[in-house]
């Protein structure tokens, strides 16, 4: 089997982010967290489960971009989304247009609210997913555009907001990872500044700090982002994703 | 009754909630007769798709009340964020939960529901109406209060409806048609079909039937009344017709092209120049989709004629 692309790093990378939560609703948005979402449940976190994107909880493992196949395990209509959400059994991982030092997340608008330069989707479930459940974030391109000193609308609460908003608001926050085309961070600091946890290999801490809008915390040696194993290699390419739509996102030209 | 009529009992200024969710089950052909008449100046509330669109591109709407507003498989809308981007409407922008709230309260007549949701975040902040409680037990948490969200009028689209209002969905999902209608003062259903009350519970299991004839005060007969956006299991997504959509609305020219072509007359008009389009092959999403809620391919659902026309070029997928 030829050597792991990048692409591939990224949906272990993405993976890991659910190991240990057991059987809670993994919430993937993206194409790379998708398939990151089915390579943990069908090796390291069988019990998580996994929405089909429309209503439905799925079992199995099936390609991204095709139907599930099922068999279907629950009826999970939007409103019971939310209700699932703010109990708490869910950890999603989104896809921010910005992000900053504390984990604040823009979805909604870029630049005055007023009167955007660019209007996105609007904060969608961000504000209240963050404040109730755990959440990871994926970026396909790893610049100093998304990672940015402070977002311009903060749609999911990053840690410093939360402490400003009250013990409600912290209560539950929990941003566990950030995983980007070069590396993986996540906020194991004192205050939770984003922390540099690996690079993905090939890439240098300098680039990654080059690339990124404000000072990352990086203690001691950064390790190098693990590779995918064969089996999980062969579940990459052979099942969950066999045409190639990773991609989309994290180019092999790239590499 | 037709959508004309419904129009004719709404006002310039009214907050309207429109249901559905994002390009999904919209109640599109009642969203046209709005563009046919002369309302403007309204507050519409709406996890929002291109019925906001529309009413943005139309110059409808004063203030927008929303989560979202999104195309699904096309994530931006167009209008939307033209009508942001030039400041032309003002808006309050929610949580997605929070809206729910909103609607709910409403439709309990309470005054406001509390949630963590919101927190933190600059919904907060761009909304300084917004209050916080206090919980009055021990635990003395702190939670934002989202004030109730009465609405004046709520238009819906379903699959199926007896003539009296009770209305069934037949999809995946109810989104959140009740809470609208609950929410509103006067409440109008769209349909695929009209059927006999009996039809109903034989077709859909009774956990299907969400709307009932006391939150209902008029309902129409619309078939592909929801048009392009999706009413499974009567039609998938017109992913070729949004994709045309979206492409004229990126220039002044093509856009009053596509309002020529499409809005300047009657629905029937629009459904036959929809009818004229000429259909392209499925893309992968619209084809999983089918497999997955519609029993086969989109295309094997599609009511558009397999006709030469111009009305909307091909793109590949």
């Not at chain 1, 610049?143 to 907001?161: E, I």
């Not at chain 2, 048009?227 to 004229?248: I, M």
Request: proline residues 7%; aromatic residues 8%.
């Amino acid at each position: 089997m030829s050597s792991p692309t990048r692409a591939e790093v990224c949906v272990v990378a993405c993976a890991e982010a659910w190991r240990g939560d057991g059987e809670i609703v993994a919430s993937p948005m993206g194409t790379i967290p998708t398939i990151g979402a089915r390579l943990a449940r069908a090796t390291f976190e069988p019990d998580l489960l996994l929405s089909d994107g429309e209503a439905l909880y799925v079992a199995g493992t099936w390609p991204v971009g095709e139907p599930a196949p099922g068999p279907v395990e629950g009826w999970v209509p939007y409103r019971a989304v939310f209700d699932l959400a703010w109990g708490g059994k869910r950890h999603v991982m989104m896809g921010p247009g910005q992000i900053d030092r504390y984990g604040n997340s823009n979805i909604s608008a870029i630049g005055d609210f007023a009167r955007p330069t660019r209007q996105l989707l609007g904060v969608r479930g961000a504000p209240g997913n963050t404040v109730n459940h755990p959440t990871s974030y994926w970026v396909p391109r790893h610049r100093d555009r998304t990672f940015v000193p402070r977002v311009d609308m903060v749609s999911g609460v990053g840690y410093d907001s939360a402490a400003k908003a009250g013990p409600a608001a912290s209560r539950f926050l929990e941003l566990r990872r950030v995983v980007t085309n070069l590396a993986v961070l996540d906020f194991g600091t004192p205050d939770h500044a984003m922390r540099l946890v690996s690079v993905h290999p090939g890439v240098t801490v300098a680039e990654v700090a080059a690339n990124t809008g404000f000072q990352l915390a990086i203690d001691g040696d950064v390790s190098e982002t693990r590779l995918p194993t064969a089996a999980e290699l062969r579940l990459i390419r052979e099942v969950i994703d066999p045409h190639g739509a990773r991609y989309g996102e994290v180019p092999q030209a790239h590499e | 009754m037709t959508e004309d009529e419904v129009v004719a009992g709404l006002r310039s200024g009214m907050t309207i909630g429109i249901g559905g969710w994002g390009s999904r089950r919209k109640p599109m052909s009642l969203v046209r007769a709005i563009l046919r008449s002369d309302l403007r100046d309204l507050t519409v509330v709406s996890y929002g798709g291109p019925d906001v669109g529309l009413l943005c591109a139309a110059g409808r709407i004063k203030r927008l009340v929303y989560g979202f507003v999104s195309l699904d498989s096309v994530p931006l809308e167009p209008h939307f964020q033209a009508a942001r981007q030039s400041g032309a409407i003002e808006v309050t922008e929610y949580d997605e939960g929070m809206l729910q709230w909103a609607l709910y309260a409403a439709s309990l007549r309470l005054p406001f529901l509390p949630t963590r949701a919101g927190l933190g975040s600059d919904v907060v902040r761009v909304n300084p109406q917004l209050r916080t409680v206090v919980s009055p037990y021990d635990d003395g948490e702190e939670l934002l209060a989202v004030p109730a969200l009465p609405l004046d009028a709520a238009l819906i689209h379903l699959n199926r409806a007896d003539v009296t209002g009770n209305a069934q969905f037949l999809g995946p999902d109810p989104y959140f048609d009740d809470l609208f209608a609950t929410a509103a003062t006067q409440v109008y259903a769209s349909c695929e079909r009209i059927v006999p009350t009996a039809e109903l519970a034989a077709v859909g299991g009774f956990g299907s039937l969400r709307i009932h004839r006391w939150m209902v005060d008029g309902v129409v007969e619309a078939p592909r009344g929801a048009h392009f956006t999706s009413c499974a299991p009567d039609y998938a997504r017109d992913e070729a017709f949004q994709r045309a959509y979206v492409r004229a609305a990126k220039d002044a020219g093509t856009w009053r092209e596509f309002v020529a072509t499409y809005l300047g007359g009657s629905e029937a008009d629009y459904q036959r120049a929809v009818a004229a389009g000429r259909p392209r092959p499925d893309s992968p999403a619209e084809q999983a989709f089918a497999a997955t809620y519609l029993g086969g391919s989109a295309a094997d659902h599609r009511a558009v004629p397999a006709s030469a026309g111009t009305a909307a070029e091909a793109e590949p997928a």
